[in-house]
């Protein structure tokens, strides 16, 4: 059955400390590995689509990267306003259908 | 301008009751999708429309019931609403229904079944 888990569940940073977070994932054929922000009260914002291996993406301070087990997001000098939650997703070869697998997220809290 | 929007943002309502939750997407794409996050945050997919043909239909109890005019519009029904389905309702897109496309979500419904 596909899984993703992602850790920590929650992380507190200070302004400027760099950090990553762990997406790992279980999936029979990996189609497509997405990171989204969610704030509060708001629906998932995309970020990145990884397709495979070795596949990095950035934009702004946020970086992501491709395991055949996991991807990571690094966050570089982080600011207040990169608080969140980051949600992880796999699609996968399991069905014909884009149906995307979530793990629970990583409540991010960066402080001035 | 905005991409994907669903109506209400919250709903308010008593057991027993019927409501409906609207979806539109601006974007062109021809898959939809309905997803459910608990008050954990975990978002779980209920259903798929592609081109108003449903081809996702998660274990999701038959008092769900989606809709899908056109391709630019899902909405979702809900027959005799239970405690157990107060969450936010999320509505989200794409440009088709292959694996590894991906979705845009909407702002969420807040359903509050008292």
């Known amino acids: 059955e596909d899984q993703v888990t992602q850790s920590p569940e929650a992380l507190r940073l200070q302004e400027g400390e760099s950090s990553s977070l762990n997406c790992s994932y279980t999936v029979s054929g990996l189609r497509g590995l997405f990171w989204y922000r969610q704030d509060p009260g708001k629906g998932p914002e995309f970020l990145f689509t990884l397709y495979s291996a070795g596949e990095e993406k950035e934009k702004e301070r946020l970086k992501a990267t491709l395991t055949k087990k996991e991807s990571f997001l690094h966050i570089t000098a982080p600011k207040p306003e990169d608080s969140a939650t980051y949600l992880c997703a796999v699609s996968g070869y399991g069905g014909a259908t884009n149906k995307l697998i979530f793990g629970t997220g990583t409540l991010l809290a960066v402080q001035p | 301008d905005t991409a994907v929007s669903q109506t209400p943002k919250y709903l308010v309502t008593q057991m027993g009751n019927d409501k409906s939750i609207k979806c539109e997407q601006n974007l062109g794409h021809d898959t939809m999708y309905w997803y459910k996050q608990d008050s954990k945050k975990f978002l779980k997919i209920m259903f798929s429309y592609n081109n108003k043909e449903l081809i996702i239909n998660e274990t999701v109890p038959n008092r769900f019931s989606p809709k899908s005019p056109d391709k630019a519009h899902l909405n979702l029904h809900i027959n005799s609403l239970e405690l157990g389905d107060s969450a936010v309702y999320f509505c989200?897109?794409?440009?088709?229904?292959?694996?590894?496309?991906?979705?845009?979500f909407g702002p969420g419904t807040r359903l509050t079944v008292l």
């Open positions: 989200a897109s794409s440009q088709d229904g292959h694996p590894g496309d991906t979705q845009y």
